[in-house]
């Protein structure tokens, strides 16, 4: 019997074997490497019922959020890696408290708030985000290190000296890249940064590293990480922060036919989930899900349909194409998309744990009123599982 055919729909369902083989994977890699710590970032995949079993494996989290941060320190036991491109007046002070280490992404942000790390009840190892100016990811949306960015400090930009109180330097500037991507980028930031990281206790890579993809090649990753520590043998830790590579290829999303409507002899097939809702990056990007048992059609092919959302948005299908089966679609029968468990799940939730918008108006009385908050820890966790 069809595994899928009884579950809700829709519905994002993820397989547990396949979360740790890639965990099995990544683990591996820290023990080869040794001096390395990957941890997770939830970014990229915040599926915390899981958490626990990441734990047993991996060496913690990365937050880009408050929330993240408190769902770390809840479901992972343990402080977070913290990084935000901007940091809340508001938030800090517990951003701290949740955190083991913390990176500025400028440096005025660091003068900002250095004398509340300074007072806060424990150390805090910080760093800063640097912009290596390189980067082989040829999606702008993806690209820290185009033109312009506002990812990072650039090199002419930093003092001579790492400035007081700083431990660390973290760079991000890959997107599902291999190993071979890492290494012309570390000649880069080496190139550009190198007097610094020779005073650094740490280097987070970020993310981006593909590592479980089947391509991947490991070997090549271990002996980059091993040669970068005999380089800098003042550095006490290494960080890695894939999310990606901890979800991929662990799960799909369920969805249902609800009809099917021709147009000018294209046939759609209307689906009870949405790409604006559900899957955003296929719009984003733009890319083609992979659907079980659809492939992309051929001349040859004779059942071919467009997928369409139900939102109202009028290209709630666009950037995709369409998909060949082999046989003709009817009401009621399910399609499933695969790899659905890293991003495209986060994004239907709060991505990066980044908080709603309240909700007011302004009365007639020229007075303002709030209306709803949804933008709490509860809403924030109880969106994921
Ligand atoms: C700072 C930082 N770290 C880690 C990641 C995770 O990257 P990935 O999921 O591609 O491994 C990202 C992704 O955008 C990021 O911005």
Known sequence: MNIFENTPSPCYIMFEEALEANLSILKLVEDE???????????????????????????????????EARLIAEE??????????????????????YSSHLTFNSLSQYVRFKERVEAAPKKVSLGLRINPEYSEIETELYNPAQPGSRLGILSEAMPPHLPPGIEGLHFHSLCENDSYALENCLQHFEARFGHLIKECKWVNMGGGH?????DYNIEHL????RAFKTR???????ILEPGE??????????????????????????????????????????????????????????????????????????????????????????????????????KTTFFNGVKHPAIGLITREQEFLLLSQPGSYEDYKAKLS
């Open 33 to 67: 490497a040794a001096g390395v710590s990957i941890i997770c970032a939830l970014k990229g995949f915040a599926f915390w019922h899981s958490f626990p079993l990441i734990k047993r494996y991996l060496s913690g989290g990365a937050a880009g959020s408050l929330h």
């Open 210 to 214: 593909h590592i479980t993809r089947n």
């Open 76 to 97: 992972m036991r343990c402080e977070a890696h913290t990084y935000a491109p901007v940091y809340l007046e508001e938030e800090f002070d517990a951003m701290l408290l």
């Open 245 to 346: 590579a901890v979800g991929w290829q662990t799960g799909v999303l369920v969805s249902t036919v609800e009809d099917i409507i021709e147009n000018r002899g294209l046939k759609i097939a209307m689906l009870n989930i949405s790409f604006s809702c559900h899957l955003p990056d296929c719009l984003e990007m733009p890319y083609k899900p992979a659907v079980l048992g659809a492939t992309s059609p051929t001349p040859e092919s004779k059942y071919v349909y467009r997928l369409g959302g139900c939102s109202c948005l009028a290209g709630d299908f666009v950037g995709m194409g369409d998909f060949a089966f082999s046989e003709p679609l009817e009401i009621g029968d399910r399609i499933i998309f695969d790899d659905m468990i890293h991003y495209t799940m986060v």
């Open 222 to 225: 271990i002996s980059l990480l």
């Open 232 to 238: 800098y043998p003042n550095l006490e830790e290494i």
